[in-house]
C-alpha cells in the first residue's frame, strides 16, 4: 500500500447506482457519495482521476447495480465502464478495495 496511507483510517462507501439513469445522474451522485468537488469533470478520464486521489482514500467500495428491465442500454453499458474503471483503480492502486453486487450479465 502506498505509504502516505497507511495510517488513515479506511473509508466504507456503498454506492447504488440502480436508481441512475441517465449519465448526468451517475456522475451527480458519484460527486455525491464520494464527496467530490464540483468542477470535477464528468467522464471517464475524470473518475480515473477523482479514485486516485481526489476523493477520501484508502476507501472499500460496494457497488450495488441492479438496472430494471428495459433500462436503456447505452446507459447499462456505460455503468459496465463505470465499474470498470473502479476495478481498474482496484488493480492498479492500493487506495481503494471493490465489491460488486450487480446483475449477472453486467460484467
Not at 13 to 34: G, P, Q, W
Not at 47 to 59: K, T, V
Not at 73 to 79: G, I, Q, S
Request: glycine share 6%; with cysteine; hydrophobic share 40%.
Amino acid at each position: 500500500m502506498n505509504e502516505n496511507l497507511i495510517n488513515k483510517e479506511l473509508r466504507y462507501v456503498d454506492l447504488d447506482f440502480s436508481d441512475c439513469h441517465t449519465y448526468d445522474e451517475i456522475y451527480a451522485y458519484i460527486r455525491e457519495k464520494l464527496e467530490l468537488p464540483e468542477w470535477v469533470g464528468a467522464n471517464l478520464d475524470a473518475l480515473w482521476d477523482s479514485l486516485r486521489g481526489i476523493m477520501y482514500i484508502p476507501a472499500d467500495i460496494t457497488i450495488h447495480y441492479h438496472p430494471k428491465a428495459g433500462e436503456d442500454r447505452e446507459v447499462v453499458n456505460y455503468m459496465k465502464q463505470v465499474i470498470g474503471i473502479f476495478k481498474g483503480v482496484e488493480k492498479e492502486d492500493d487506495v481503494i478495495i471493490v465489491h460488486l453486487d450487480v446483475n449477472e450479465g453486467i460484467l
